[in-house]
Structure formats: structure tokens, C-alpha cells
């Protein structure tokens, strides 16, 4: 199988400082992650847990206060590994952004610009960041023919984004985001914000765009389980700015390992029987402030399973199997 992304051991902290102090938010702190070719991942974890900011590091989209402390982020582009870390934000507009890697934001929806009709945006968003000399008709004919590819109305293109439903609206990012054909897409909540059969008509468009072959994988991001197991093979779980667990969507779901992913799974797939019976499973606690984390093992505050070891060192990425990953002391 054939990588597409590498992070290796990447720290990215948001830095925030005032006169008499500083302090670090530790968003994303030694995460490792190596998406292949075909792969739909999806990233499931508490608000809170750093999934928007993994994104963004994803991108090197890197802006203050959020910033790059170490660690690789790779990408294989032709054949070849690039260090995005090292490019600049210049060169990853013009060259990685849009083309080999895209992103649909957390609340992309609501930051359409209203006054201009989606046409409109198409042009705009495609010469500012790939081809300020494409002419417009030539923008507009591409855009119908991907909106025909993917059961999209054309009409839609002459509409101003009120007219259009929240659905509707989030598949037209996503159109517009993969009009390039970007190698991996990420999507950061695409689906949190509609009702259940709109989800339904989202996730349909992310796999159209898959399976027509415009996109070779997707990492989704979401709080919610239930839909991510509609779309990915693999779950990664992230809690406190760490992978905690990585493996088969069904097999984590079956199977979940981490104490975390326990109580995660637990708390969003209860069949109703239970929650009838008053017995709503929530994960205890609260996720820990990430300016002070705490020692060794971030969920062990909040684990009825912990071991003396999991308050002074942090766990490593434990092989369960092949494709099953923890990072728990209860296994070593
Ligand atoms: N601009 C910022 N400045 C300072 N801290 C930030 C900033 N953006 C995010 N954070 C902090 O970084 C941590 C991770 O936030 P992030 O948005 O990545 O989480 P998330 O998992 O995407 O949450 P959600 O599910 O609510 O979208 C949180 O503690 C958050 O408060
Ligand atoms: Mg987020």
C-alpha cells in the first residue's frame, strides 16, 4: 500500500502570551499518524482534544497563536516524500494546498460569503489559490461537469448560499474542495451541525467522490462515532492532544481497548434499553486543561483502571495486532 501522509512525533502548541506570562496549549503533542492510499480515517475524540487542530497540522496550516514546535509532517507527492514542515506558506498554496492535500474547515458552511452567488466563490476561491489565470468560463465548466459527476443541480451554481439547505451547502464545499483532485481530503466536522438523513446525503457525496476515483482518501473528522462508522475503515481516537487508539472501525467498535475508547463508545452507542433504563454511560470527569496535562498517561485522572505507572510514564503505541494500535499500560 502506498503512503500518502506521514506525521511523525509532531508537537503543535498554541502559544499565548500577555505581559506577565505564557502559557502553552499543548493541542497536539507527539502524534504519529501514516495514512495510505484508499484509506477513509476517521478521527473521533471530546471537544476539546485537539481534532481541528490535528487538521490544520495536517496542512501545515500553521497561523499564531498555533505553532510547529518539532516533528515531520510528510506527503508523498509523485512518488517522492516532501517535508511540508519545511516548505513555506507560499509554496504550500501554490503547490500542496487544493491540489494534493484539501481541507473542509469545522463551520465551512457558515463562512460562505453570503452577497456572492456560489459561481462566484468557485472563481474566486479557485484563482486565489491555484490559477490566477484561469478564465472564468473555463472554472465554470469544470465545476458544472464535477456537480454532474456527483448528482450536485447545476442550478446551485447561480444561487446566492442562503437559498441553499445546510446539506446542500456542505456538499458544495466539499465539491468545490476536491474540484482539483486532491489526493487526501480532509473534512472536519462536515456532517456535525445537520439532521440524521442530510448526514446521510453528505457522507453519500464524500463517497461519490471517493469511488469516481477524484479523491484517493479521507480523513473525517467528527465527535460522533456513530457517523464516523457510516463512512471510515479506521478509527483513530485522539484524547488530550494524543492518539490514544488506531485500528478496523468494527474491530475498535467490538473491541475497544483503551479505557478511553471504552467509555467513548459506550457513551454514543448505547442501544436504547439501557438509556430507558436510566442507565446513560458518560465518561467520568472532564477532559484536562492542556496549558497543564496531566503526568504519564493524560486520561488517568479520569481511569478506573490505572496502574501506579500510568501517573509517571506515558504509555507507548502498544500492537495489539497488525492494524491495532493502543497506547495503555494495562497492555504492555
Ligand atoms: N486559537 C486558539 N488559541 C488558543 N487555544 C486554542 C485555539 N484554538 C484551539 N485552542 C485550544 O486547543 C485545544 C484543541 O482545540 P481543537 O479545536 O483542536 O479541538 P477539537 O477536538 O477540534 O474540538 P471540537 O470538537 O470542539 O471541534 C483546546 O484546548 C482549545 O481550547
Ligand atoms: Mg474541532
Redesign the pocket.
Known amino acids: 500500500m502506498s503512503h500518502i501522509l506521514k506525521l511523525e512525533n509532531v508537537r503543535a502548541y498554541?502559544v499565548?502570551k500577555n505581559r506577565s506570562s505564557a502559557k502553552e496549549?499543548?493541542?497536539?503533542d507527539n502524534v504519529s499518524l501514516t495514512i495510505d492510499e484508499s484509506e477513509i480515517v476517521g478521527i473521533v475524540?471530546?471537544?476539546?482534544?485537539?481534532?481541528?487542530?490535528?487538521?490544520?497540522v495536517i496542512l501545515m496550516n500553521i497561523k499564531p497563536?498555533?505553532r510547529f514546535i518539532s516533528g515531520k509532517v510528510i506527503l508523498w507527492k509523485d512518488g517522492e516524500p516532501i517535508e511540508l514542515n519545511k516548505l513555506s506558506r507560499d509554496s504550500l498554496k501554490k503547490e500542496i494546498w487544493g491540489r494534493e492535500i484539501s481541507i473542509v474547515p469545522?463551520f465551512a458552511m457558515n463562512a460562505l460569503v453570503p452577497t456572492y452567488k456560489v459561481k462566484r466563490i468557485i472563481t474566486d476561491i479557485y484563482k486565489s489559490h491555484y490559477e490566477t489565470s484561469s478564465d472564468e468560463e473555463h472554472i465554470i465548466n469544470m465545476a458544472t461537469k464535477r456537480f454532474n459527476d456527483l448528482g450536485l443541480p447545476e442550478k446551485v451554481l447561480n444561487m446566492y448560499p442562503f437559498e441553499l439547505s445546510g446539506g446542500m451547502k456542505q456538499r458544495v464545499i466539499i465539491a468545490i474542495a476536491t474540484l482539483m483532485n486532491p489526493k487526501l481530503l480532509v473534512a472536519?466536522?462536515p456532517t456535525?451541525a445537520l439532521d440524521v438523513i442530510t448526514q446521510k446525503m453528505v457522507l453519500k457525496t464524500l463517497l461519490d467522490i471517493y469511488h469516481k476515483g477524484f479523491i484517493k482518501s479521507i480523513i473525517f473528522?467528527s465527535?460522533d462515532i456513530a457517523s464516523v462508522r457510516q463512512i471510515a475503515t479506521r478509527l483513530v481516537v485522539?484524547y488530550a492532544?494524543k492518539i490514544v487508539e488506531d485500528g478496523p472501525v468494527e474491530e475498535i467498535i467490538r473491541n475497544p481497548m483503551h479505557p478511553y475508547t471504552k467509555y467513548l463508545i459506550r457513551s454514543v452507542l448505547t442501544p436504547e434499553r439501557t438509556t430507558k433504563r436510566g442507565e446513560i454511560v458518560t465518561v467520568p470527569g472532564f477532559?484536562p486543561?492542556?496549558?497543564n496535562p496531566p503526568s504519564g498517561c493524560r486520561f488517568h485522572p479520569r481511569c478506573n483502571y490505572k496502574l501506579s505507572k500510568c501517573v509517571s510514564d506515558e504509555p507507548p503505541m502498544l500492537r495489539v495486532n497488525d492494524k491495532h494500535f493502543v497506547a495503555c499500560w494495562l497492555y504492555s
Open positions: 498554541y499565548i496549549v499543548k493541542a497536539v475524540g471530546e471537544s476539546g482534544c485537539g481534532k481541528s487542530t490535528l487538521t490544520n497563536p498555533l469545522q472536519d466536522e456535525s473528522v465527535h485522539m492532544g477532559p486543561d492542556l496549558s
